[in-house]
């Protein structure tokens, strides 16, 4: 096949060969999609072959297209701009008759989802979140620009070189069913950046309508380009593959499961774009023998008010102090269940099922799952190695109990079965706090309640992500990805002798 040949028709048993030593073949299904035009993505981490339609491609082409133009366009915008955009942007979605609209598109989203028996707790547009978005964007609008910046100067004789901050360019996002986040992360456009988003096929009608009803006139109003920021219409996971598969993308982040992120990471990376992923959390818990228990219990319990990244999900026990341990933390869980009206749930690995009462593995709760309310055992057992296994709860907290030696196991267990997001040590010893921030590989640690993991809770900044160390730890930036910190830097050479030469 020449260079200038395009893939035609797909057979089944065709091979392709992937980082020059595997050979996937084609499958009978996939060979029977393909059309001309098509797409195809080589995973070599996955060792997948993903098809992209036509249609899609060219959807994801043009709004990358746009996108860049936008970015180039707004070089020259002043920062006020910027400001007058958030500004309006809030106000629209504090006006009620834009709301109005909004929730309705959300309501059918709600409906969609429960028919098929679908989680809504992150989806519901109510006043809570409307409050959050407006706060965030009002947060950005308050926020110095960054833009063209000097952040240090090297003075040589004669001359003298800038360290100028200066924006990225496309920033991708691939985001699970959350309205609140195509707010959140405009933060992107205050360094200077564009974005381009892929939102869940849950909430894509609300997207559509905050998009049609507050943000794009906001841009317009605000003397920016509309394409600065634009939505995929499309619900088709490949609408997300193809635009992590564009080499023009200045940063791809994904938020979503485990599986899904990962395989957009990889396409990312295929492309040879930088990744910000997060798809698999759970806060751990860590008590050591120097524990007060009712911080301990006061940790547990303000860390399960809702099922989010953040939230506690493995909770260990020093053997010698079970006996007092156990049933704060199930008192803690006990008062939570009833605020939230479903009971609780926990997972207990073998080695540990001793500290738990006997009785909770016969006890039955009634336990609200997406698909309605199920009887289930309060307590049951857990093989010994899936200590990070993520559980995902709606109104009934669920967590796994670990009974360890002490602080060195609580460790070495968190370091080798965590997703290695946020760990809390509940310990009245300081030397135990200090060796904890040292040993333990998370780029959140705490001494109290998980959920303080929030980019607009913690940093006054609405986040675009949270990154775990799962792929290892962040080069120069810290966990919580948010929009001022999308940026590069420009070195400018300033010389007051004309006549340098090396």
């Known amino acids: 096949m020449s ?18 030593d595997s050979i996937v073949t084609i499958s009978e299904e996939l060979a029977e999609k393909f059309r001309p035009g098509d797409r195809l993505i080589a995973v070599r981490k996955t060792e997948e072959i993903l098809h992209v339609p036509g249609n899609i491609h060219r959807l994801v082409t043009k709004a990358v297209d746009g996108a860049l133009a936008a970015f180039h366009e707004q070089q020259g915008a002043p920062d006020d701009r910027f400001t007058l955009f958030y500004t309006l942007f809030a106000q629209s979605l504090a006006d009620d008759g834009i709301w109005s609209a909004i929730a309705a598109e959300n309501d059918k989203d709600i409906a969609r989802a429960k028919k098929k028996g679908r989680s809504t707790t992150r989806l519901a547009a109510d ?24 952040t240090d100067v090297i003075e040589h004789d004669g001359w003298a070189v800038d ?30 950046n564009t974005a381009v988003f892929r939102i869940g096929s849950d909430a894509l009608g609300t997207a559509k309508a905050i998009m049609q009803h507050a943000l ?14 634009t939505l995929l219409e499309s619900a088709e996971h490949s609408a997300g593959w193809a635009l992590f598969a564009d080499s023009r993308l200045a940063l791809a982040v994904a938020r979503g499961s485990g599986r899904a992120v990962d395989l957009l990471g990889a396409v990312a990376r295929e492309a040879g774009n930088a990744v910000s992923l997060h798809g698999t959390g759970g806060g751990w818990i860590i008590a050591d023998e120097a524990a007060n228990s009712k911080k301990f219990e006061l940790a547990v319990f303000n860390s399960c008010d809702r099922k989010v990244c953040n939230t506690v999900n493995t909770i260990c026990i020093p053997r010698s102090r079970a006996g007092e341990l156990v049933p704060a933390m199930l008192s803690a869980l006990g008062r939570r269940g009833e605020c939230l009206g479903h009971g609780y749930r926990i997972h207990v690995p073998e080695g540990s099922l001793d500290i738990i009462p ?40 669920e967590v796994t109990i670990c009974a360890i ?17 946020v760990a809390s040590l509940i310990s009245e010893d300081q030397e135990s706090h200090e060796r904890f921030l040292k040993e333990i590989n998370a780029p959140f640690i705490g001494n109290g309640f998980t959920r303080w993991v929030d980019g607009q809770y913690a940093l006054c900044r609405p986040e675009l992500g949270l990154s775990n160390w799962q792929n290892g730890r962040i080069l120069a930036r810290g966990g919580v990805l948010t929009g001022d910190g999308v940026f590069t830097v420009k070195l400018r050479v300033r010389q007051s002798n004309p006549d340098i030469h090396r």
Do not use: H
């Not at 979140?129 to 833009?147: H, T």
């Not at 016969?362 to 190695?385: C, F, H, M, N, Y």
């Open 163 to 192: 360290k100028v901050v200066s924006p990225c360019g496309v920033v991708a996002f691939v985001f699970e069913g959350r309205p609140n986040v195509l707010a959140d992360a405009t933060g992107v456009l205050r360094s200077g």
């Open 3 to 20: 260079k200038a040949d395009r893939l035609e028709r797909l057979e089944k048993g065709m091979p392709v060969l992937l980082g020059g």
């Open 358 to 397: 006997a009785e909770l593995f016969q006890r039955e709760v009634d336990v609200l799952r997406a698909s309605g309310i199920v009887k289930e055992k309060v307590a049951t057992p857990l093989p010994a190695d899936q200590l990070g296994r993520e559980w995902e709860w709606e109104q009934t907290p």
């Open 127 to 150: 006043e809570k979140m409307r409050k959050n978005m407006i706060q965030g964007l009002y947060q950005w609008r308050d926020l110095p620009s960054r833009r063209d910046k000097v």
């Open 216 to 229: 794009t006139p906001s841009l317009i109003k605000a003397g920016l380009p509309a394409g600065a920021v």
């Open 405 to 421: 030696g002490g602080l060195d196991e609580g460790i070495k267990l968190f370091n080798a079965q965590s997703p290695l997001l």
